[in-house]
């Protein structure tokens, strides 16, 4: 696998339309998998807010890409003669916005941190909005590469015939291309490793059933889907190997912040023996929050936890409902957290730290 042999169209998010004036951004439309493949053009900043918010497009790196790609929106607002602190103001503005859609994926915050430097950076007499496309595009190219290097890596611990438990989606979908835990699957896959995935439904979103199960089937990965409640039988059961799952935000002493029932998963593992590794790009690491008390963890609407995706109501009208999108797990329970640079391991403190001025230097 490499970024050259991957179909540009077939990603996640790209821009579509050539220059950034006239273009859009052009998204899968995710609630509508596994029935429909279809895909859902964006043109304001308000629309991609709103595209964020409602998991039209989800998964942190998805995220992070999407609101790169946002920026431009918000740039080609600016007026021709407009001053390099008016156009910080409108980016900020925007920034501001694309942040609050979704409080816990770092990447939002990241991505749409380095655009605004961009336009700090960027003399008045260029066109903000080409200058922004620029880097967005080049923001979603390192992505698909970011991948295929943290597949390399994680497959490393992927032994040969691994029945591998997971959570969530982490694979194309939830990125430009490629994926994290479920690119490490599939590089496993085609180097041959007689693998089997166990997925994880994932409610309330049902991420699991819906897209990873939709993406390991077309590319022919054997996999079994299981509710999230049968994860334990399995492990006690000597039926998993190694668990991988992503994450949204890793703190600086090694907390991780990952899908609801990522921390139930990774205790009934450790209680087993078996080794839990987080994929996740440097990007994901966070060392300005120095634990996982210190992650915003978002609560969502009461209706994806009464109803399924929405449709048949499953609870009595009224009832009250706590919904958290995301659960921290305690580095005690994370055997190895693998990088495009490699693989991090305990203690986290020390090799996070030690991964993140890498990725700086790179
Ligand atoms: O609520 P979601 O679907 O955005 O949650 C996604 C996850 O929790 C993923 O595991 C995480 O973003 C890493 S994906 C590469």
């Known amino acids: ?19 950034a004036r006239s273009g859009h951004i052009k998204l899968i439309d995710q609630p509508k998998l596994p029935l429909a493949l279809e895909h859902v053009t964006c043109e304001t900043v308000d629309g991609a807010c709103a595209c964020i918010r409602d998991m039209v497009i989800r998964g942190a790196p998805a995220i992070g890409a999407m609101a790169g790609y946002a920026m431009v929106l918000a740039a080609r607002d600016c007026d021709a003669s407009a001053s390099v602190a008016t156009r910080v103001e409108t980016l900020r ?27 700090e950076a960027t003399d008045a007499s260029e066109d903000l909005a080409e200058v922004i496309l620029r880097e967005a595009e080049a923001l979603a190219d390192e992505d698909v590469a970011i991948n295929i290097a943290m597949a390399k890596h994680g497959a490393e611990v992927v032994q040969q015939g691994a029945n591998i438990l997971h959570i969530c989606n982490t694979g194309c979908l939830a990125t430009v291309d490629v994926g994290t835990a479920l ?24 991420q699991g059933a819906r897209l990873s199960a939709w993406e390991l089937m077309r ?5 079994h889907l299981i509710a999230d409640s049968a994860a334990g039988l399995l492990m006690h059961r000597g039926k998993v190997d190694v ?45 300005e929050v120095a634990t996982g008390a210190d992650i915003p963890i978002e609560e969502r609407g009461a209706e994806e936890v009464t109803s399924l995706m929405g449709g048949n109501r499953t609870a009595p009208e009224g009832v009250q409902v706590f919904n958290p999108a995301f659960d921290v797990v305690n580095p005690k329970y994370i055997t190895g957290i693998v990088t495009e640079h490699g693989i991090c391991y305990p203690p986290f403190t020390k090799s ?8 700086e230097k790179a």
């Not at 696998?1 to 220059?19: C, I, K, Q």
């Not at 920034?95 to 430097?117: C, G, I, Q, Y």
């Not at 002493?253 to 609801?260: F, L, Q, T």
């Not at 987080?278 to 994901?284: E, H, Q």
């Open 243 to 287: 668990v991988l799952y992503g994450a949204d935000r890793i703190a600086a002493d090694g907390w991780v912040a990952n899908k609801i029932g990522s921390l139930p998963v990774s205790i009934v593992a450790r209680e087993h023996g078996i080794p839990v590794y987080v994929v996740a790009p440097t990007s994901t690491i966070d060392l």
């Open 1 to 19: 696998m490499d970024v050259s042999t991957r179909d540009r169209a077939l990603r996640t998010v790209f821009w579509e339309g050539g220059n």
């Open 183 to 206: 690119g490490v699957i599939y590089e496993s896959f085609h180097q041959g490793k007689d693998i089997h995935a166990w997925v994880c439904e994932t409610r309330p979103r049902l």
């Open 352 to 359: 996070l730290r030690a991964v993140k001025e890498t990725a």
């Open 219 to 223: 590319e022919k990965v054997p996999m």
């Open 93 to 119: 503005a925007a920034k501001a916005k694309l942040d609050a859609s979704r409080p816990t994926a770092v990447n939002l915050m990241w991505a749409t941190r380095r655009m605004v430097e961009l336009t």
